[in-house]
């Protein structure tokens, strides 16, 4: 499997627009679902660096939550036009680190939060960051 000699791009945007299935009776975004936007952020930003989380666990690396962080701020509503900044800030020798930052159409900060990913081997034991993921 051919992987990229070193990854450049360290931070993405990604939009996101809560379905109704993501809400409460009032059209409120569950707090259940910010690590979901948080996941997609990430799958995007390795998106961009033309890798995907399928062929990093074909070769034997996982990444599974170690740490999540949230700090809500103010709600998200249904079909609110949301952009979602993930940030990858630090990766040591068997943890990637990320930072999240959601805010509404006029820029409001919403959600903040920030997550450590494990890497592990498919048996669940840990095991070195691909040398390429390193900053």
Do not use: W
């Not at 998200?76 to 900044?85: R, V």
């Not at 592990?120 to 390193?134: I, K, T, Y």
């Amino acid at each position: 499997m051919e992987f990229p000699e070193k990854i450049t791009i360290r931070s993405n945007t990604t939009i996101i627009s809560p379905r109704y299935c993501e809400t409460d009776q009032g059209g409120i975004v569950h707090h259940s679902v910010y690590p979901i936007y948080f996941e997609i952020g990430r799958t995007e930003l390795l998106r961009e660096n033309g890798l995907a989380y399928k062929k990093l666990e074909e070769a034997g690396f996982f990444m599974v939550i170690a740490e999540l962080n949230l700090k809500y701020r103010f709600p998200a509503y249904y079909d609110e036009k949301l952009t979602l900044t993930t940030t990858c800030s630090k990766v040591t020798s068997a943890k990637i680190e990320h930072a999240y930052e959601l805010k509404n159409e006029i820029g409001r900060l919403l959600t903040e939060g920030k997550s450590i990913l494990a890497c592990v081997d498919a048996n669940g034991r840990p095991r070195r960051v691909p040398s390429f993921l390193e900053i």
